[in-house]
């Protein structure tokens, strides 16, 4: 997530000036991490011009906001939970901060127009989930988020589509193996080729999903648009 991330803001977002902040968590300095080596790593004319940190319960962000301000970036990379990236952006509104702001799947959730009010912008918050599909398997992700609303009433949550299809790969391993004995199925598991509703399902020899995608979107009127699929 890390380097598609990096790859969409230099290579598309053609951002120069990138400031980052993370939450000190392991997924928030992680996602951080990764984004910033490939930053590095891109030899471009990029540049990371501040690292800063908060944490997972912070709520003032002015001394940092502040800070990156100064150093004027173009864009602004988020590790962290949209618990925090929220009132982030409410608070870089009110210091009159109009720059990018991106991050991953912690802040790419539903909840965040309530969160970041009229700061979400059109256009501004850039953030990843891993997955994503071809054109010709649309129709089955949005059947199952027409699904999902009928059953509970509510809009897909971030990672309900993963869940179910990992459960269902593990199902047809289970269905190909004759047994739920883990000894039995995992060997199927490793050679299966599962079409799910995020895509298709199929694992290398270190058991990462092989060519696995992520789907890039922004905020549009407080609802989340796609905007491209990465590898």
Do not use: W
Not at 12 to 25: E, L, M, N, P, S
Request: glycine fraction near 10%.
């Amino acid at each position: 997530m890390g380097a598609a991330l990096a790859k969409y803001a230099v290579q598309i977002g053609k951002a120069q000036r990138i400031a980052v902040i993370d939450d000190r968590t392991a997924y928030g300095k992680g996602l951080r991490d990764e984004f910033v080596k490939n930053v590095k790593r891109m030899n471009t004319s990029s540049s990371i011009v501040t690292s800063q940190y908060t944490n997972d319960k912070a709520t003032d962000f002015s001394a940092i906001l502040t800070a990156i301000k100064a150093t004027k970036p173009d864009l602004v990379f988020f590790g962290g939970m949209d618990a925090v990236s929220g009132p982030m952006l409410r608070q870089m509104q009110q210091l009159g901060m109009q720059t990018h702001f991106m991050g991953g799947d912690g802040m790419c959730s539903n909840t965040m127009a309530t969160l970041a009010g009229d700061a979400l912008g059109n256009d501004k918050v850039i953030c990843a989930e891993a997955g994503g599909v071809e054109p010709a398997q649309e129709k089955g992700l949005a059947d199952f988020r027409v699904a999902y609303r009928k059953r509970y009433g509510i809009d897909v949550q971030t990672y309900a589509p993963y869940a179910y299809d990992a459960l269902m790969t593990l199902v047809e391993a289970m269905q190909a193996a004759g047994s739920p004995e883990p000894a039995k199925y995992l060997p199927m598991l490793a050679k299966i080729r599962h079409k799910g509703v995020t895509g298709n399902i199929a694992f290398d020899a270190h058991g990462d999903v092989l060519d696995g995608v992520l789907t890039i979107y922004t905020f549009r009127n407080g609802q989340r648009q796609k905007l491209t699929v990465l590898k």
